[in-house]
């Protein structure tokens, strides 16, 4: 079984950043590709970003291109999502996830497997 806790969110003004951090555990974590997820309320929870297990393939949501970079580091088991220039439309709870056994990055929310607890990201105008 993965593990995934997320942590880093918090409340930023607009323009300011944060760094969220996910913690894996598990000998498959650093196999599978991971991706970041976020739900706002009244909202469907929608693709962020994504990284393949090799950290040679990303893409992100169209929204976010430029401002978030998703990253992980196979030594520390984690995966990062730096996000600059945040704007209010960024608030939500943001999720990591992980891939049962797929090392490809990929948006599909369904090829996610183990999901983190979710850290509040809040951006005030």
């Known amino acids: 079984q993965v593990q995934l806790v997320e942590s880093g969110g918090g409340l930023v003004q607009t323009g300011g950043s944060l760094r969220l951090s996910c913690a894996g555990s598990?000998?498959?974590?650093?196999?599978?590709?991971v991706g970041w997820f976020r739900q706002a309320p009244g909202k469907e929870r929608e693709f962020v970003a994504t990284?393949?297990?090799?950290?040679?393939?990303?893409f992100y949501k169209d929204s976010v291109k430029g401002r978030f970079t998703i990253s992980r580091d196979s030594a520390k088991n984690t995966v990062y999502l730096q996000m600059n220039s945040l704007k209010p439309e960024d608030t939500a709870v943001y999720y990591c996830?992980?891939?049962?056994?797929?090392?490809?990055?990929?948006?599909?929310?369904?090829?996610?497997?183990?999901w983190g607890q979710g850290t509040q990201v809040t951006v005030s105008s």
């Open positions: 996830a992980a891939r049962k056994w797929g090392a490809s990055a990929t948006s599909r929310l369904d090829e996610y497997a183990y």
């Open positions: 990284i393949s297990w090799s950290g040679g393939s990303t």
């Open positions: 598990g000998r498959a974590f650093g196999g599978v590709a």
